[in-house]
């Protein structure tokens, strides 16, 4: 490098790295995943069924409408309320099946 000034030329000086001394020892840290409790699951469960229902009211109420079925007012063994069931237990299997958990435990976090 110049001096821009006195137009000379100065010396490099080396610089050597300095490393902190290690102290003999790495401090690893672990964290145990405890298994959830009652009211995780609880909540995780509760999201879940809103999740059910946000998709049945997607997804299958149109579908009755378009077709023009009741969907009040109607006994537990009706055709809506199957097809209710067919995706309430799908969505669970499904679910477990392909992500290992259902979104309320993805949210909550619990295993």
Excluded at 14 to 20: A, E
Excluded at 83 to 101: D, E, P, W
């Amino acid at each position: 490098m110049t001096d821009h000034e006195t137009n000379e030329t100065t010396v490099e000086v080396p610089v050597t790295k300095q490393r902190p001394e290690s102290g003999g020892f790495e401090e690893v840290l672990f964290y145990e995943r405890k298994p959830a409790g009652f009211w995780v699951r609880f909540w995780a469960y509760l999201i879940d069924l809103l999740v059910i229902a946000g998709l049945t009211a997607i997804l299958v109420k149109p579908i009755f409408a378009l077709t023009g079925i009741e969907t009040t007012s109607i006994p537990w063994y009706a055709p809506y309320a199957i097809v209710s069931a067919i995706l309430f237990y799908g969505y669970f299997v499904l679910m477990t099946k392909f992500f290992c958990q259902t979104v309320g435990k993805m949210v909550m976090g619990s295993v």
